[in-house]
């Protein structure tokens, strides 16, 4: 892939953030990362256009200080520059409540955080390039 992917990252764990920048780099996905630690700057920030394009992917943990993921969720779908943005949601909840919650909230994806190293790499980056790809970024 050679364009650059807009994406932001919403996670309050540093060594998920970390993880989720390496699965990117091993992928070969060129990516301009923005992070938010917690739910309320996520929002203050991804709410108000500031003239720019809405990022091409939101990667959004549920369990988030200030905010939770699932109303961050929410918000985002509800903010029309974002509407259409694909959320992946990545989780350490294996709840089948929280999958089935945040599909019927828009959520395009739900990936429960893999435990192994390889299996985080090699799962969290194969999904974020399949979604990059399926929402027509080139």
Not at 47 to 64: E, N, V, Y
Not at 88 to 102: E, M, V
Request: glycine share 8%; charged share 25%; with cysteine.
């Amino acid at each position: 892939m050679s364009k650059t992917a807009r994406i932001v990252l919403v996670e309050d764990n540093p060594g998920d953030v970390l993880l989720v920048k390496r699965a990117l780099q091993e992928q070969g996905i060129a990516v301009d990362l923005t992070c938010f630690g917690d739910g309320q700057r996520a929002l203050n920030d991804l709410t108000q256009q500031h003239g720019r394009k809405a990022p091409d992917l939101i990667l959004l943990d549920l369990d988030l200080p200030k905010v939770a993921g699932v109303d961050v969720l929410k918000a985002i779908r509800n903010t029309p520059h974002l509407a259409d943005v694909p959320v992946l949601i990545l989780t350490s909840s294996a709840s089948p409540s929280d999958n089935h919650r945040t599909a019927l909230l828009g959520a395009a994806r739900y990936i429960t955080k893999p435990s192994g190293l390889d299996d985080f790499l090699r799962e969290v980056g194969r999904s974020v390039e399949e979604m990059l790809l399926a929402s027509g970024w080139k």
